[in-house]
């Protein structure tokens, strides 16, 4: 089962800076299975990219993702007050099981 | 709109059982693989378990393998979670979740707003 390791567990920063969010594979993952998520306090998950790099419906490009193999990462640039939230990767293959990262906590 | 909405969370002894319940609206479940995510009090997300768009594919986490199925009744557009011999670590709330692919991947693209499982004496 592959594990996904995100780094920092908490991200302090101010409106308008730039957030880089960190997700680890333990071993290479397919770049197509690889999502995050945004969760704010007291609400669902949303989806926010998926296939490492595809924003969803809805999504400001002030997020974006990149990554490849074992290394992924997910940047807001120009941080607004409503990104201030949880955010998780995901990895979810051609089968089960899906894992999820712990989450890094993005807070003013 | 597109929505899924659960219900059937509660109160539950160690031991007991509870059905879940995820109805969808907006959309046809018959063409969506469906998952169960849970998150507990405080904590991150945790996959639960997957079912295909026709049910003929079940597959749960191993904490919850042989406790928990997932089946689904395309007709009334549902989805449901059966879960049995409950223990305290399966305090949670619980999702449902849309399956989404494309070309470019694969994704929970619709989620429910949960029910809250509690499981104690």
């Known amino acids: 089962e592959i594990v996904l390791t995100q780094s920092p567990g908490t991200l302090s920063l101010s409106p308008g800076e730039r957030a880089t969010l960190s997700c680890r594979a333990s071993q290479t993952v397919t770049s197509t299975y690889l999502a995050w998520y945004q969760q704010r306090p007291g609400q669902t998950p949303r989806l926010l990219i998926y296939?490492?790099?595809s924003r969803a419906t809805g999504i400001p490009d002030r997020f974006s993702g990149s990554g490849s193999g074992t290394d992924f990462t997910l940047t807001i640039s120009g941080l607004e007050p409503e990104d201030f939230a949880v955010y998780y990767c995901q990895h979810y293959g051609i089968a089960p099981p899906c894992t999820f990262g712990q989450g890094t906590k993005l807070e003013i | 709109e597109v929505q899924l909405v659960e219900s059937g969370g509660g109160l539950v002894q160690p031991g007991g059982s509870l059905r879940l319940s995820c109805v969808a609206s907006?959309?046809?479940?018959?063409?969506?693989?469906m998952n169960w995510v849970r998150q507990r009090p405080g904590k991150g997300l945790e996959w639960v378990s997957y079912i295909d768009g026709s049910g003929g594919a079940m597959f749960c986490a191993d904490s919850v393998k042989g406790r928990f199925t997932s089946s689904r009744d395309n007709a009334k557009n549902s989805l449901y979670l059966e879960m049995n011999n409950l223990r305290a670590e399966d305090t949670a709330l619980y999702y449902c979740?849309?399956?989404?692919?494309?070309?470019?991947?694969?994704?929970?693209?619709?989620w429910g707003q949960g029910t809250l499982v509690t499981v104690s004496s």
């Open positions: 296939g490492a790099s």
């Open positions: 979740a849309r399956d989404y692919f494309d070309a470019s991947g694969t994704a929970f693209d619709i």
């Open positions: 907006g959309f046809s479940i018959s063409t969506y693989e």
